[in-house]
């Protein structure tokens, strides 16, 4: 008993001590470097003041005074949001996390009367566990402080924040006698740990690199530090009850439970009623804390694609008792943030295990307002509102960081709008996104944070009219004519997986849900443009990635006819077809080699600049192209779940894949022995594992210029797609 006191007295003491720094910051120091890294030539122009918190919530005010633009603000989230506002509709400026347009007025624009927004949500969320694998795995910290800018600037104040943490894992789990051995054993590599964070799987992809943990804290508290300057709440990790296999080593008596994910190993939850479960979340919380202070917000999500073992809502209710007593016995202050993907897996994988006593029995276990609930599906409008406690509406826009052209803003936009005027909304607190990539679609983020400082819905034409005269600094009227086939197309739907990534076919639901030869109309109002908006690297940007789109759906068109090829055994037309796909394929690595941000060489270049010796840069570089491609063992069930049309891994990978099917395929039509499908996937992935273990180098720098390639080979795809006159 004295020795649980005495942790609890360290572990509030490093938490008070936390908050007495965090009320020490001056917040205007934190957006005023906004202002130095973005716009050094404006340092003067603009003066920050912190003001009181408004009684609806976070405020900012804008105004002009002197000749200079005052901005203030409750704190430095809210003050680099009124930045930003100012910034988009009084300086056409377009700041997102791949291309921007910051090109400023000479003379910075007068605000008439001044503005004052207040923002209906206590939390403003960002971040998918996934995406600290599918796009922050390598992030260096000259990375992360612009994705912290671009967080303020947006108005996020409540980040995922779980960098680091097996560095605290690791303390945990020596101090309960596990060996080096059985813990290298139960972290992942360094590209899954989320995978880890969240118990779906143990040891794929390690052992981790002695080097990495002392690196990744170090990250760590940068990001923590630069976070909390803005005022953001960063949420960290709690105990989900997943331990490694070997803790049965340690403690004889420990129940344990298995779980299985995909096609993964079982791993390990402790059973809720075991005594040992409170005891290492709150070993966990408290060496979190010393190491990297708190903001009282745990992440802890358990059960995220797998089914529990036991369905009685008496053990639903123990496990979630146990998880939050973890937290609160180290921390009183604690707050359990869950995302509410179980429920979305429940139905995509066919579990139907959360009936409403289940989910009752979990959402309730926790003392109301000590949960806190990331809404990913709509589900608030099938738990009675989560039953009470609060929630945060989130919008899950980007799967495993593919590349596709999608985002259905016009269809997703009022249901913001719809939930927070909803009579049964229960108690939403906020709004978020949960994406896991980001920002090959940079409307939708856009739209979604801008609806932060907005209780009514605004006028979707004039709100889009807006956003393409800061996106590219100038209203054009063929972009405008563009984006009226953008919405009706690739931005009506959800995503679509071409072809070229998937050897027999894109979805195999007969095309992307639209019609492609609209879409290329698009493309050709873009290409209109390119004399008035070709120097502007917003629109270099977004005329890539609409090309890369109308010749990724093309692929599908080919692979129907290598498919009716195949059927009547013509071997002309295969060796017709195949040209032609190849050839596709090796235009499409040329124009999104002209943007670093569409390359395979990037990827791989962050990921290996983590190692200290050439043995870790290897093994770097092999976690980084399994991710993307393999995702596992040869045998896995995550196949190409996070594919990417980037250019390296086009031309060396995916065309690959084509060749060695187009020659299986051949082969069986000279000899007259139909291709054995099962023996040909197992062949090609094996091809697959050992092709993600070869030291390849990969271009790390844009070659050509992407107006001229993309006309070039719109001259020559074109008929194709749009059909010959």
Known sequence: MLKTAVILTVTMASALSCAAAAAQIDPTKAVRGIVERWFPEHRSDFVFVQIPNDPGGDVFEIESKKGRIFIRGNDGVAMASGLNWYLKYHCNVNITYFACQTKLPQELPVIPSKIRQVSPYKYRYIFNYCAFSYSLAWLDWQQWERLIDYMALHGINMPLAVTGQEAVWREVYRKLALKDGQIDEFFTGAAFLPFGWMGCLDGWGGPLPESWYGKRVELQKRILERERSFGMTPVLQGFTGHVPKGIKEVFPEAKLHKTYWNSFDPTYFLDPLDPNFQKIGSMFIEEQTRMFGTDHLYASDTFIEMKPDNNEPEFLAAFGRAIYNGMSSADPEAIWVLQDWFFAADGVLEFKFWKPDQSRALLTSVPQGRLLMLEMGWFWTTTEAFYGQPWVLTYVHNFGGVVSLHGAVDSYGPNIYTALHHPERGNQQGIGTTDEGFDYNPHVIDFMTDSIWRAEKPDMEKWYSDYLRRRYGQQDSAIDEAWKILRKTAFSVWRYDSAICNFYGGDKAGGPGYDNKQLAGALDLYLQAADRLGDTDTYRFDLLNIERQVLANLADNYFNEFRAAVAAKDIGALDATSAKMLGLIDDLDRLTGTRKDYMFGPWLEDAMSWGSTESEKRYYQWNAKNLLTL????????????????????????????????????????????????????????????????????????????????????????????GRS
């Open 631 to 722: 995702w596992g063992p040869p045998q896995t069930g995550c196949y190409q779940y996070a594919q990417r049309q980037w250019s390296g891994l086009l031309k060396g990978y995916y065309r690959k894949r084509w060749e060695k099917g187009f020659k299986a395929h051949k082969d069986a039509i000279e000899t007259g022995k139909p291709v054995d499908e099962q023996a040909f996937m197992k062949a090609l992935r094996e091809w697959e594992d050992k092709w993600g273990r070869r030291n390849t180098k990969f271009a790390t720098k844009p070659k050509g210029d992407t107006v001229d390639v993309a006309r070039e080979l719109w001259v020559k795809y074109r008929a194709d797609v749009v």
